[in-house]
């Protein structure tokens, strides 16, 4: 759980620094037309401010690009806070300038620890309400015509709208990709990256309804790797763990379009295949055995690992629960292993209960 917060949290601030610097393009941008504003309403003071404020939103991209994130996020709030008090100042509170303060509040938040963004917040609310005070009681310094002064508070009304909605949009789909990397995780072997045991169960549940509703057929194939112990004794755990990352790749190749695959648990694996009959699940196998056994694991130039599959299949049926057709492969298997290995078995007699604890034993 540890592991998955952290993950969450790195996420979560690559995702601010990433946003962070889609944000310095667009407010360059906003400058370069207060630039040309303030050279066609005056006072021309103010569109060279912003000639500084184009160069420092740049050199704060640069910084941002080669991982200066908190110098870079020094000068965006040097420039937005210089900004807003600097535009209303000059031409008042009616220009619309103290909006670009309210920005900094989402930044704050997804920043840092809660405990960490109480002290900015205070500066922030502190230096917001002290401009209100100051520019509604001082008047403006450098006053515009009231046409230009109700286009600059437009334009900065549609910039804040657009800031806020680019960043709310933005954060809102990190939460959905990294809800979406967590469904992931949860329902994957973290070794092979085949689905686990809980996913495929509840997999096998919406198939199996499916299957009843639509009348259709539907097989499971279990597959044990043969030797999986000797291949552990004499090349080592970390040979082992190749191995089934090496296997696990040949059966997610394997499967068709509709099919299902998971790391059952060891060196277990188990398909499902919707709409298909138990012949020709048992085709499915045998392609599936061979493929395995003609593609030995590669570990150096002249070091190679023989792997070999035991398979049972068995069908799901009207009558059958996906439990029933498992236990029934199951048996399958262990005849499989029964008779050499390195073959398929279909479904067939009920061989004695114990074969339970005979087919667990080191293969």
Same mark, same amino acid.
């Given at each position: 759980m540890d592991l998955v917060m952290d993950a969450r949290r790195t996420s979560a601030h690559a995702a601010?620094?990433?946003?962070?610097?889609?944000v310095t393009v667009l407010a360059a941008c906003v400058d370069v037309v207060f630039f040309l504003f303030f050279l066609w309403s005056g006072p021309v003071y &103010? $569109?060279?401010?912003n000639v500084l404020s184009v160069?420092?939103?740049? &050199? $704060?991209n640069l910084l941002l690009r080669y991982r200066y994130n908190y110098l870079a996020l020094l000068l965006i709030w040097i420039e937005v806070m210089g900004h807003a008090v600097i535009g209303t100042l000059a031409v008042g509170w009616g220009a619309g300038f103290h909006y670009y303060l309210l920005m900094f509040i989402p930044a704050i938040m997804v920043s840092g620890y809660l405990a960490?963004?109480?002290?900015?917040?205070?500066?922030?609310f502190t230096l917001y309400v002290g401009l209100y005070l100051v520019a509604t009681r001082a008047g403006p310094l450098s006053p515009i015509a009231d046409h230009a002064l109700v286009a600059l508070n437009l334009f900065n009304v549609l910039v804040f709208f657009m800031m806020a909605s680019y960043t709310a949009r933005f954060f809102y789909q990190r939460v959905r990709q990294s809800e979406q990397r967590l469904r992931e995780y949860a329902a994957r072997d973290t070794l092979t990256g085949l689905y686990n045991r809980r996913y495929f169960l509840e997999l096998a549940g919406k198939e199996q309804s499916r299957a009843e509703r639509e009348s259709s057929p539907l097989a499971v194939v279990i597959a044990d790797i043969d030797y999986f112990k000797n291949i552990n004794d004499t090349f080592g755990?970390?040979?082992g763990d190749q191995v089934l990352v090496h296997i696990g790749a040949i059966l997610d190749r394997c499967c068709r379009a509709g099919d299902a695959v998971?790391?059952?648990?060891?060196?277990?694996?188990?398909?499902?295949l919707p709409n298909t009959e138990a012949s020709e699940a048992e085709q499915f196998a045998e392609r599936v055995c061979r493929t395995v056994a003609q593609?030995?694991?590669?570990?150096?130039?002249?070091?190679?690992v023989l792997c070999t599959l035991s398979l049972g299949v068995a069908a799901v049926g009207m009558d059958k629960t996906f439990?029933?057709?498992?236990a029934e492969a199951d048996r399958a298997l262990y005849e499989s292993k029964m008779a050499g290995r390195n073959r398929v078995t279909t479904t067939g007699p009920v061989v004695a209960d114990s074969y339970l604890a005979e087919r667990r034993s080191p293969a």
């Open positions: 601010f620094w990433l946003m962070t610097r889609r &103010l $569109a060279w401010i160069s420092l939103y740049v &050199l $704060a960490l963004t109480l002290l900015p917040l205070c500066v922030l755990h970390e040979a998971a790391r059952w648990g060891g060196e277990e694996f188990l398909f499902l593609q030995p694991l590669r570990r150096a130039a002249q070091d190679s439990a029933d057709a498992l």
